[in-house]
């Protein structure tokens, strides 16, 4: 069955149908399902009648929810209600997320030795690498991240390269305080120019020159993440002990007492 993909309309009860660019007016006794409770819709979409809402970004549809029957909605609603409060239904969520936290925490490893690997850094700034590793795969590795990291399409390989690239344009050089021509390919440009400059920097640890750490910007990138890193767990190690005088249950201690 092909899907019917529609809009909101200027007309209040109408919606505006993107294939055949004209409006119709909400079935009646349809109801809107905002996206969100992705069991749910799969379930009002299972009866056959729905339409999709979409809002396009960039030419590119988003879906925002799907009108169905309304009664259709609330009898799946409270199906799925009275399922998820279920000890079965808690056991078998449990062991999904389990599942999934596993799968993201082996896929980060791989994804960091993919890092390591494509930068192929001289024995000497091996250290490098390993550090740069950690923060290219904490910034591209999220599930929902967007990123290239999280693409499919293309083998591991060709994603930590576009990721540690990425990285370096965003961490190494104004590009993002640079204004850029929306159009005539300005942006691709200019993106290529700094693939470039990052690739001659990759090539001076690569080829074990004397790096300048002062002076070379993804060094002192590294270094700035470093040092945030640390200030942070120096903080929160702070706020974690407790006060002289006070136990960690917030009673104040009697030094004193024997």
Request: charged share 35%; with cysteine; aromatic share 10%.
């Amino acid at each position: 069955m092909e899907e019917i993909f529609v809009q909101l309309s200027w007309n209040p009860g109408y919606l505006y149908l993107v294939r055949d660019k004209k409006e119709v007016p909400i079935p009646k006794g349809w109801d809107f399902l905002p996206s969100g409770d992705s069991g749910l819709t799969r379930r009002v979409k299972s009866h056959g009648k729905y339409w999709v809402q979409v809002r396009f970004y960039r030419n590119h549809p988003q879906a925002m929810g799907v009108w169905a029957p309304a009664d259709v909605i609330a009898s799946e609603r409270q199906a799925l209600e009275e399922e998820r409060s279920t000890k079965a239904y808690q056991k078998k969520l449990d062991a999904g997320r389990q599942y999934r936290a596993k799968k993201q925490a082996d896929y980060v490893e791989e994804f960091k030795r993919a890092v390591v690997e494509f930068l192929d850094f001289a024995p000497r700034w091996q250290y490098l690498a390993e550090e740069l590793a950690v923060l290219v795969a904490e910034h591209s590795t999220p599930v929902g991240s967007g990123t290239v990291a999280r693409t499919s399409t293309i083998p591991i390989e060709q994603r930590a390269e576009a990721a540690v690239i990425a990285w370096m344009r965003h961490q190494t050089t104004n590009y993002d305080r640079r204004y850029i021509d929306r159009f005539a390919g300005e942006r691709h440009d200019v993106r290529r120019e700094l693939a470039e400059e990052a690739r001659a920097i990759l090539k001076e640890y690569r080829r074990d020159y004397d790096v300048k750490l002062s002076r070379c910007p993804l060094a002192k990138a590294i270094a700035r993440h470093r040092k945030a890193k640390e200030k942070s767990s120096s903080t929160a190690a702070v706020e974690d002990k407790p006060k002289k005088g006070v136990s960690r249950g917030g009673k104040r201690e009697n030094f004193f007492e024997e």
